[in-house]
């Protein structure tokens, strides 16, 4: 009886052997993950995988890269007083005129909006946490007070919705501009 014991005990021993071996063994691969953040950031990351990667993105400085270059309009619509226009850089039949404007942010919370030779100096400062929206107002004869919301950045260029009143002009609008 003792030998049958010890016979079973070596049978299981060797079974629960292999299976811990099959499964410490089991079959990885190589995995490249590639992730892009909101400005077109890689983060490249190679490793062997048997379950889940999560890869941490550092966030971006959002005032670094408002404030680095200027940002000239790419295409913007824009509702005023219950009329469209449309306005997309090289295209014809444009129903508003951008060809030559661009606007600079500072880190000093200062800028420049410039628009077919008028330049105008701004002042400006973001509205939330995670700087999603701007204020700036434009320091004309009669200062306008613009806001920008929704703003996402990607790569060289800024989206955002903007809206602002000047006298009995009511104006909302999604614009796209790329950096120079």
């Known amino acids: 009886m003792k030998n049958k ?26 995995v490249e993950v590639i ?22 993105i550092p966030p971006i ?19 005023q007083n219950d009329k469209f226009y449309y306005w997309k850089r090289g295209k014809t039949g444009n129903t508003a005129a951008f060809d030559q404007e661009y ?25 939330n946490g995670n700087k999603t929206r701007i204020n700036y107002t434009l320091n004309r004869a009669t200062p306008v007070n613009v806001s920008w919301e929704n703003i996402s950045y990607s790569g060289d260029s800024l989206s955002y919705s903007e809206y602002y009143i000047l006298g009995d002009v009511n104006s909302m609008a999604t614009g796209l501009r790329l950096a120079k």
């Open 5 to 30: 014991v010890q016979a079973y005990s070596v049978i299981l021993s060797v079974v629960l052997l292999s299976f811990v071996q099959i499964g410490s063994t089991s079959c990885t691969k190589e």
């Open 35 to 56: 992730v892009r953040d909101t400005v077109d950031r890689e983060v490249i990351v190679r490793d062997t995988l048997l379950d889940t990667l999560e890869v941490a």
């Open 61 to 79: 400085d959002t005032l670094a890269v408002l404030t680095a270059k200027e940002y000239h309009m790419e295409e913007i619509t824009i509702l």
């Open 103 to 127: 606007i600079k942010f500072n880190a000093n919370k200062t800028g420049t909006y410039f628009y077919y030779g008028e330049t105008n100096t701004l002042t400006w400062d973001f509205v």
